[in-house]
């Protein structure tokens, strides 16, 4: 039982006297009951418009918002709304005390009144000015007074205001299945009450996320670091439900898998917003989006979509399901809808409804029946529809003719087919289609081709998949590969590419290679010294900034470039280092680590040991007071370890101190 003492002892004395307000004011919207687990939930209007549920249990009342209140108590708005159960439980109460039942109120207006006694038209002025000036509280306590007693007003008050009803499910008869609130409701309130702050996306280190939105290829719209971290707060509340479906699957319980699939997008499909959105992530209503997009992932993860197209039903089984199926299809088309659908009924089904046909159309045990019932509605099956189902009646010759249609607008289906012509050994099909699509899908057929195909069967194809191999991976083995494979005029035409591309694609030690397998070494140090060796090198702003280095790979470059011109590379290192140990702005550990890893690649060569050893020595001396330097040089292995000091000896003519004897309390 709820009391007014039960809310002053969880809220503090602030929180109280402003939900009281609230709840006066009419804040508190329309108050819902579920008898199950005596929940009572409303929308209390504050800020913002959040979510508050009460739950009396025998413990006592347990309160919950979504509001970003995290202070001591409850917040204003869980009670706002205590108050208002409470009224309710107080009016619901009054009958039962008296014995009697509660008079009906009399109408605002009698159906049986005299036409003469109707009020006159009131005017737009005239109603303005009483919804101004007459009190909140009192314009709902005249509403809820209407409603009650106007069976149609409260009629089109629910729709208006009220909960979606549940759509029509074809199983809905079936009493041994779940129903569909029982699966909609427990998933919807566990995603809205999820937070997205600082505690849930930073990482192990504290580092929050980059919130950088991209709109990628696959529809993305965070980063994959920031996808990942968000995955990481949905997965606990969406792998249960995506297991208890594959469950159902691997028992071949098709309908009951159907029936949660169902619900769960239901629950999915009714988010707005959750609990907290401290980086505004989900702005404009995308929150439902992403959990739907995360969904439908976790599903092929988990092998749930293969189940789909692998598991074998019963006929009683398929046939029970047909209707949920072939659903999407079967609803009627309006003339306005057909207008805005860019192409037919499936283009515009729902992702997960999509998903769901394409899925189990490639299932041997369902194919068939579906291919029969889906006869009728042929003119809204798009051709991936019906490329699924030839899957799936192993129609082979059809499913081909599909395929080449599709090949040209659908990357994965252009490969389905490179790898049935590779299962039927029909290979020069194969290098025909594959060199045909290859120039729309480089990085995709590329790996393809290299896996199996070889020079033998197409010298032209091979060669275009491993450049571009080269291009992606930046592995010289692929470029010493390709000029055995390359005419002297491929070869050249790719060299002037590789070495005056602006900006440079390729990375400077590949280009260095390049340069000594051309016979160009004397080239490769002025290419080096066009770089800046260390980050944090600054250049003049109106200068242009000299060409980025990726640091880690100098040492190997600086040691290339040593086996052609060692004495060069060897003064143009000393120089550097020089010019920016001189610079007292530059010096850091980073910087020192830097140059001992540049002086440790030269001092490997032996014509350069001797000087380098020289020059380590020198610099340990004139920076006497750069002890960190001295400490990365002697690691590297530039200079000796330092001799031990000598044993301190007493100074002559004095005796030792004789040390104090320490106390045993323990007589031992």
Same mark, same amino acid.
């Given at each position: 039982?709820?009391?007014?003492?039960?809310?002053?002892?969880?809220?503090?004395?602030?929180?109280?006297?402003?939900?009281?307000?609230?709840?006066?004011?009419?804040?508190?919207?329309?108050?819902?009951?579920?008898?199950?687990?005596?929940?009572?939930?409303?929308?209390?209007?504050?800020?913002?418009?959040?979510?508050?549920?009460?739950?009396?249990?025998?413990?006592?009342?347990?309160?919950?918002?979504?509001?970003?209140?995290?202070?001591?108590?409850?917040?204003?708005?869980?009670?706002?709304?205590?108050?208002?159960?409470?009224?309710?439980?107080?009016?619901?109460?009054?009958?039962?005390?008296?014995?009697?039942?509660?008079?009906?109120?009399?109408?605002?207006?009698?159906?049986?009144?005299?036409?003469?006694?109707?009020?006159?038209?009131?005017?737009?002025?005239?109603?303005?000015?009483?919804?101004?000036?007459?009190?909140?509280?009192?314009?709902?306590?005249?509403?809820?007074?209407?409603?009650?007693?106007?069976?149609?007003?409260?009629?089109?008050?629910?729709?208006?205001?009220?909960?979606?009803?549940?759509?029509?499910?074809?199983?809905?008869?079936?009493?041994?299945?779940?129903?569909?609130?029982?699966?909609?409701?427990?998933?919807?309130?566990?995603?809205?009450?999820?937070?997205?702050?600082?505690?849930?996306?930073?990482?192990?280190?504290?580092?929050?996320?980059?919130?950088?939105?991209?709109?990628?290829?696959?529809?993305?719209?965070?980063?994959?670091?920031?996808?990942?971290?968000?995955?990481?707060?949905?997965? %606990?509340?969406?792998?249960?439900?995506?297991?208890?479906?594959?469950?159902?699957?691997?028992?071949?319980?098709?309908?009951?898998?159907?029936?949660?699939?169902?619900?769960?997008?239901?629950?999915?499909?009714?988010?707005?917003? %959750? &609990?907290?959105?401290?980086?505004?992530?989900?702005?404009?209503?995308?929150?439902?989006?992403?959990?739907?997009?995360?969904?439908? &992932?976790?599903?092929?993860?988990?092998?749930?979509?293969?189940?789909?197209?692998?598991?074998?039903?019963?006929?009683?089984?398929?046939?029970?399901?047909?209707?949920?199926?072939?659903?999407?299809?079967?609803?009627?088309?309006?003339?306005?809808?057909?207008?805005? $659908?860019?192409?037919?009924?499936?283009?515009?089904?729902?992702?997960?409804?999509?998903?769901?046909?394409?899925?189990?159309?490639?299932?041997?045990?369902?194919?068939?029946?579906?291919?029969?019932?889906?006869?009728?509605?042929?003119?809204?099956?798009?051709?991936?529809?019906?490329?699924?189902?030839?899957?799936?009646?192993?129609?082979?010759?059809?499913?081909?003719?599909?395929?080449?249609?599709?090949?040209?607008?659908?990357?994965?289906?252009?490969?389905?087919?490179?790898?049935?012509?590779?299962?039927?050994?029909?290979?020069?099909?194969?290098?025909?289609?594959?060199?045909?699509?290859?120039?729309?899908?480089?990085?995709?057929?590329?790996?393809?081709?290299?896996?199996?195909?070889?020079?033998?069967?197409?010298?032209?194809?091979?060669?275009?998949?491993?450049?571009?191999?080269?291009?992606?991976?930046?592995?010289?083995?692929?470029?010493?590969?390709?000029?055995?494979?390359?005419?002297?005029?491929?070869?050249?035409?790719?060299?002037?590419?590789? $070495?005056?591309?602006?900006?440079?694609?390729?990375?400077?030690?590949?280009?260095?290679?390049?340069?000594?397998?051309?016979?160009?070494?004397?080239?490769?140090?002025?290419?080096?010294?066009?770089?800046?060796?260390?980050?944090?090198?600054?250049?003049?702003?109106?200068?242009?900034?000299?060409?980025?280095?990726?640091?880690?790979?100098?040492?190997?470059?600086?040691?290339?470039?040593?086996?052609?011109?060692?004495?060069?590379?060897?003064? &143009?290192?000393?120089?550097?280092?020089?010019?920016?140990?001189?610079?007292?702005?530059?010096?850091?550990?980073?910087?020192?680590?830097?140059?001992?890893?540049?002086?440790?690649?030269?001092?490997?060569? $032996?014509?350069?040991?001797?000087?380098?050893?020289?020059?380590?020595?020198?610099?340990?001396?004139?920076?006497?007071?750069?002890?960190?330097?001295?400490?990365?040089?002697?690691?590297?292995?530039?200079?000796?370890?330092?001799?031990?000091? %000598?044993?301190?000896?007493?100074?002559?003519?004095?005796?030792?101190?004789?040390?104090?004897?320490?106390?045993?309390?323990?007589?031992?």
């Amino acid at each position: 039982m709820l009391t007014l003492d039960d809310i002053r002892q969880q809220a503090t004395a602030a929180s109280f006297s402003r939900g009281r307000a609230y709840f006066e004011e009419g804040a508190v919207g329309r108050v819902r009951h579920r008898q199950e687990d005596n929940l009572y939930s409303a929308t209390v209007s504050g800020t913002e418009d959040y979510d508050v549920e009460l739950t009396l249990t025998d413990e006592g009342p347990d309160f919950w918002c979504n509001c970003p209140y995290d202070y001591e108590g409850i917040c204003k708005h869980a009670v706002a709304l205590g108050l208002a159960v409470l009224e309710t439980l107080a009016a619901d109460a009054a009958p039962a005390r008296s014995g009697k039942p509660k008079p009906p109120r009399k109408p605002a207006l009698a159906a049986d009144e005299p036409a003469g006694t109707l009020p006159d038209v009131v005017s737009a002025s005239e109603l303005e000015a009483a919804l101004r000036d007459v009190p909140k509280p009192e314009q709902l306590k005249f509403l809820a007074r209407q409603l009650r007693e106007n069976p149609q007003l409260a009629q089109a008050f629910l729709t208006q205001c009220g909960s979606p009803p549940l759509p029509p499910d074809p199983l809905d008869a079936d009493p041994t299945l779940p129903g569909l609130r029982e699966l909609r409701d427990p998933l919807h309130r566990a995603l809205s009450r999820l937070c997205f702050d600082y505690d849930q996306l930073a990482d192990d280190d504290g580092k929050p996320p980059r919130l950088v939105f991209t709109f990628g290829p696959n529809g993305s719209r965070f980063l994959p670091e920031l996808e990942q971290r968000l995955s990481l707060v949905l997965h %606990p509340v969406l792998r249960p439900v995506a297991e208890a479906i594959g469950m159902a699957l691997a028992q071949s319980r098709l309908a009951e898998a159907l029936r949660r699939w169902h619900g769960a997008w239901l629950g999915i499909g009714e988010l707005k917003m %959750p &609990a907290k959105d401290t980086y505004n992530l989900f702005h404009g209503n995308y929150y439902s989006r992403h959990v739907a997009a995360t969904w439908l &992932a976790l599903l092929a993860e988990l092998g749930v979509m293969a189940q789909l197209g692998r598991q074998v039903f019963g006929a009683a089984e398929v046939a029970r399901c047909q209707p949920v199926f072939v659903r999407a299809l079967t609803e009627p088309l309006t003339a306005e809808r057909i207008a805005r $659908l860019p192409m037919p009924a499936v283009a515009a089904l729902p992702d997960a409804d999509l998903a769901l046909l394409l899925a189990v159309a490639v299932n041997p045990s369902v194919a068939p029946a579906l291919h029969t019932t889906l006869r009728v509605y042929r003119h809204r099956a798009t051709p991936l529809l019906q490329l699924r189902l030839a899957e799936g009646r192993r129609d082979w010759s059809s499913w081909e003719a599909l395929a080449a249609q599709l090949a040209p607008t659908d990357p994965q289906v252009l490969l389905e087919l490179l790898r049935f012509y590779l299962r039927e050994n029909r290979l020069a099909e194969l290098v025909t289609l594959a060199g045909k699509h290859f120039a729309k899908n480089p990085f995709l057929l590329s790996d393809f081709v290299l896996e199996h195909l070889t020079p033998a069967h197409s010298r032209p194809l091979y060669v275009r998949a491993l450049t571009v191999r080269l291009e992606k991976r930046l592995d010289f083995a692929d470029f010493e590969a390709l000029t055995e494979l390359w005419t002297e005029k491929e070869r050249a035409k790719f060299v002037a590419r590789a $070495l005056g591309t602006t900006p440079p694609v390729f990375s400077a030690l590949f280009r260095a290679r390049v340069l000594a397998a051309s016979t160009r070494t004397a080239e490769i140090l002025p290419l080096v010294l066009t770089f800046n060796w260390h980050a944090k090198y600054r250049t003049s702003y109106w200068s242009t900034p000299p060409p980025t280095l990726d640091l880690d790979t100098l040492p190997e470059l600086l040691q290339l470039t040593a086996r052609f011109q060692p004495e060069a590379t060897l003064d &143009a290192v000393m120089e550097r280092i020089e010019s920016y140990l001189e610079q007292t702005s530059l010096r850091s550990v980073e910087l020192y680590q830097s140059m001992a890893q540049w002086l440790k690649a030269l001092h490997e060569l $032996l014509p350069l040991q001797e000087q380098i050893t020289l020059f380590a020595e020198g610099l340990a001396a004139k920076y006497i007071r750069l002890s960190y330097l001295r400490r990365e040089l002697r690691e590297a292995g530039l200079l000796p370890e330092p001799l031990p000091p %000598p044993p301190k000896l007493p100074r002559p003519g004095t005796v030792p101190r004789v040390g104090r004897k320490p106390k045993n309390p323990f007589g031992r």
